[in-house]
């Protein structure tokens, strides 16, 4: 399974970008969606989670400002973004479970500028 993300870039603080993360696989072999941020100096953490079927987690930290959505037709993943914050600024990660294992795209850049 290949994911490649696009869509990253600067962006001023109240800001909008959307996130792309296309996948070879079907989604209906797709378990688990989700993308991840890593900030500078920081762990990778998670920012949104969209189980197959169940109901999707943001974290506190992007609830209400981010939407994780998918186009089956497309094999795609979105992760819209917006009023964008400086501490937003990370490599964003999308991720997949398809079937028993996980998947990483290569990451794309958010800056968000003060």
């Known amino acids: 399974v290949q994911l490649v993300e696009s869509g990253g870039g600067l962006v001023q603080a109240g800001g909008s970008l959307r996130l792309s993360c296309a996948a070879s696989?079907?989604?209906?072999?797709?378990?688990?969606m989700g993308w991840y941020r890593q900030g500078p100096g920081k762990e990778r953490e998670l920012v949104a989670r969209?189980?197959?079927?169940?109901?999707?987690i943001y974290a506190e930290y992007v609830k209400g400002r981010f939407t994780i959505s998918t186009d089956d037709a497309k094999n795609t993943m979105y992760l819209q973004m917006k009023n964008l914050k400086p501490e937003d600024t990370a490599v964003y990660y999308c991720?997949?479970?398809?079937?028993?294992?996980?998947?990483w795209g290569q990451g794309t850049l958010v800056t968000v500028s003060s």
């Open positions: 991720n997949m479970i398809v079937g028993m294992r996980g998947y």
């Open positions: 969209m189980p197959s079927g169940g109901r999707t």
């Open positions: 696989a079907t989604s209906l072999s797709i378990n688990v």
